[in-house]
């Protein structure tokens, strides 16, 4: 069942500009990641932010996390005609040894040279 | 490291056969690993979580005799469609997972996902 919904779905911005995607989850998480999938392609593991913890940065990357309002951000600056490609909020939540990943619907991200 | 394969990148079956598809940890042990499966322009749904040494454990509506794991050893999980049909055609995604230790807050651990398979079935 899904778990995290992004907004947009779809999102167009000028390269340079910055691009800022939203996912809202339902229940309980350990943490929450962010991932990029390029069109037919496999997934790339761009940022993990703990369920302790309320923003995280990574190069032009910096997520946000409200664990009281059951929502994340990410955050693109500067971005690239590159960038282009589908964002994944992923939940996890810790079952024994395990993590277990939820994926949100995505949002598909057009950067325009 | 943790670089994860699969194996075929893209398949084309008729109905009525089956298929199966490789996932292959290349640098690490992975005693778990997940398929999951993507229809077109949508998101990536979990099918079922494959552990070295037992049975998998399959997502409510999936059927496990239709969709065989086998987690031969700890670095090679494969994924069999048997009997496919057009429905069938989609692309399977499998992650690894590796394992860092336990801390306080709960396991520490990563997935790390494998290209994907297109999936055709005519």
């Known amino acids: 069942s899904q778990q995290g919904e992004e907004d947009p779905q779809a999102l167009s911005i000028q390269e340079g500009e910055n691009a800022t995607m939203n996912c809202s989850y339902k229940?309980?998480?350990?943490?929450l990641q962010w991932y990029r999938q390029n069109s037919g392609r496999g997934l790339v593991h761009l940022i993990l932010?703990?369920?302790?913890?309320r923003e995280k940065h990574s190069g032009r990357l910096r997520v946000t996390l409200d664990t009281s309002k059951k929502s994340s951000s990410l955050l693109i600056t500067a971005s690239r005609a590159a960038d282009t490609a589908s964002y994944f909020c992923?939940?996890?939540?810790?079952?024994?040894?395990?993590?277990?990943?939820?994926f949100g619907k995505g949002i598909t991200l057009s950067v325009r040279p | 490291g943790a670089v994860v394969s699969q194996h075929p990148s893209r398949v084309i079956c008729k109905s009525g056969t089956s298929v199966k598809i490789e996932c292959r940890s290349l640098d690490f042990q992975a005693t778990t690993m997940f398929w999951y499966r993507q229809f077109p322009k949508k998101s990536l749904m979990l099918m079922a979580t494959s552990n070295e040494g037992s049975k998998a454990t399959y997502e409510q509506g999936v059927e496990k005799d239709k969709f065989l794991i086998n987690h031969a050893s700890l670095t090679l999980s494969t994924l069999t469609v048997t009997s496919a049909h057009p429905e069938d055609s989609s692309f399977y995604i499998c992650?690894?997972?590796?394992?860092?230790?336990?801390?306080?807050?709960?396991?520490?651990?990563?997935?790390?996902f494998g290209p994907g398979t297109r999936l055709t079935v005519t």
């Open positions: 229940t309980s998480i350990n943490n």
């Open positions: 932010i703990r369920s302790n913890e």
């Open positions: 992650s690894a997972q590796r394992w860092r230790g336990r801390t306080s807050g709960g396991p520490r651990n990563e997935q790390y």
């Open positions: 992923a939940t996890a939540v810790f079952t024994g040894a395990n993590s277990k990943l939820t």
